[in-house]
């Protein structure tokens, strides 16, 4: 589709309502003018009617963005997050869905995917030797340059062109500092825009299609990390080829030779992780750190449970209790599909083929209900079980794991009440089930992602 027939039709007030209605209103966040999302509906003509014209005459700027910085772990900065206006959310969220009109060979993959073709280049027999490239501060020292040449391949309307400029140069600030003295952002991509991926994915596409036509290697890349089954006699070769290339194009390489470096050469007898997986002489199992990650999230859900037992007054206020722990647990263990797409870590971890991890996954969680008093109250589903069932390709056949997108409205009503109590729960009409439904379903959706964060 052409750049200007999209961005007519993307930027309709119709379309715009939509993204609102859809993507926008039920979200949480908000951006420096501390405007939920919701109350934007009280005047949404008026913003909609601003948006389409300052957009077409080139005049439309955005709010700084709101810094949120989320922790890496000690000894690492933290990852900077930008948070837009909810007003600016509509704008973003339309240029997205221009830029994935103009480039859908550039819309980023989901890791899955990713996964299952590594694990086809693995049984092929072709390979016995890995390269793993990690890329230093990937969307932070992307040159807008660069971005503007691949951009400028297919767009050429000038109204797109500057707000995509604009979009990526607004400064990110923290919460209660003036936006008036800060810089423009002259280098990097802001993270936690919907169009970050995108445009990251447009500035580095050429460099993977160089390598996509090599006959003689298996390249794949998720993000910032690459990797590239090899023959051995052949990996130190490639992976000097692409640590060249790479640089060519201004992204920074971490270096295999360095020790201790993020980036490695090896053979497959030598185990290797990538995407959260480990593999080991080519099977994959998962990776012990992607483990440790959802102890400590399962062990969160019960000290969550524990301190709010304490504090319940009544025997009415502790069943309450039990009973949300009970489905967050539960969640945690099975995932769920939501809006079309499995979510969660056994849906993520579906390509593994040894299940010993999942068996001892299991015996944590008893572990945990036992050290938090939880055995008799707490019904734990199976993480074997979970697996095997998300292994499923028909969503409909779910039946052990959540399909939110199925359920009747009586249905949402029964989860909603584990939130808000059933005297509120039964007293909403059904819009409102299934707009507060919606809401906490996302909401849950975001920890059992954060679960998966930096895997690799």
């Not at 007898?269 to 990538?274: A, D, G, L, N, Y």
């Not at 074997?384 to 969503?395: G, I, M, N, Q």
């Not at 009586?410 to 584990?418: C, F, G, P, V």
């Amino acid at each position: 589709m052409s750049a200007s027939k999209s961005f007519r039709r993307r930027f309709h007030a119709k379309n715009l309502k939509t993204i609102y209605k859809e993507r926008i209103r039920e979200a949480r966040a908000t951006g420096l003018d501390r405007m939920r999302p919701a109350n934007l509906y009280k005047t949404l003509d008026e913003e909609i009617s601003n948006i389409t014209r300052k957009v077409e005459d080139g005049s439309y700027k955005f709010t700084a963005y709101k810094q949120k910085l989320i922790s890496k772990g000690a000894g690492q900065a933290p990852r900077v997050l930008s948070i837009p206006t909810a007003r600016d959310r509509i704008v973003l969220r339309a240029l997205c869905q221009v830029l994935q009109d103009v480039y859908p060979d550039a819309i980023p993959s989901i890791p899955q995917a990713t996964i299952q073709e590594v694990k086809t280049a693995l049984s092929s027999g072709k390979f016995n030797a890995f390269v793993r490239l990690d890329l230093r501060n990937f969307y932070g020292s992307i040159v807008h340059a660069q971005l503007q040449k691949q951009i400028k391949k297919r767009i050429r309307k000038k109204t797109l062109l500057r707000l995509v400029n604009i979009a990526i140069q607004t400064p990110t600030i923290p919460e209660g500092t003036s936006s008036g003295d800060a810089e423009l952002n002259l280098i990097g991509i802001p993270q936690g825009l919907s169009i970050s991926n995108q445009l990251a994915e447009i500035t580095i596409r050429h460099v993977d299609n160089i390598f996509n036509k090599k006959a003689d290697i298996a390249y794949f890349r998720y993000v910032d990390d690459i990797l590239i089954l090899v023959a051995a006699d052949q990996a130190e070769a490639v992976a000097i080829e692409a640590m060249a290339l790479l640089k060519l194009h201004d992204f920074e390489p971490h270096d295999p030779k360095v020790p201790n470096s993020k980036s490695r050469i090896g053979k497959f007898s030598e185990p290797f992780s990538f995407l959260g997986y480990q593999i080991d002489n080519g099977k994959l199992s998962v990776r012990p750190e992607s483990i440790h990650k959802l102890e400590s999230a399962l062990a969160a859900v019960l000290t969550n449970h524990r301190y709010r037992m304490t504090n319940a007054r009544t025997h009415g206020e502790r069943d309450a209790i039990i009973k949300l722990t009970n489905w967050r647990l539960n969640l945690k263990i099975t995932g769920c599909i939501f809006e079309g797409v499995r979510r969660g870590w056994v849906f993520y971890f579906s390509q593994i083929d040894e299940t010993t991890r999942l068996r001892a996954l299991q015996y944590t969680v008893v572990s945990l209900l036992e050290r938090f008093g939880a055995v008799s109250v707490i019904r734990p589903k199976s993480f074997l079980k979970a697996f095997y069932e998300s292994r499923r390709t028909d969503k409909i056949s779910h039946r052990y794991i959540p399909n939110f997108d199925v359920m009747d409205v009586s249905e949402k009503r029964d989860i909603l009440a584990l939130f808000v109590g059933d005297r509120r729960a039964s007293s909403l009409s059904e819009k409102r089930v299934e707009q507060l439904f919606n809401m906490r379903i996302r909401h849950a959706v975001k920890e059992l992602e954060a679960d998966l964060v930096r895997l690799s």
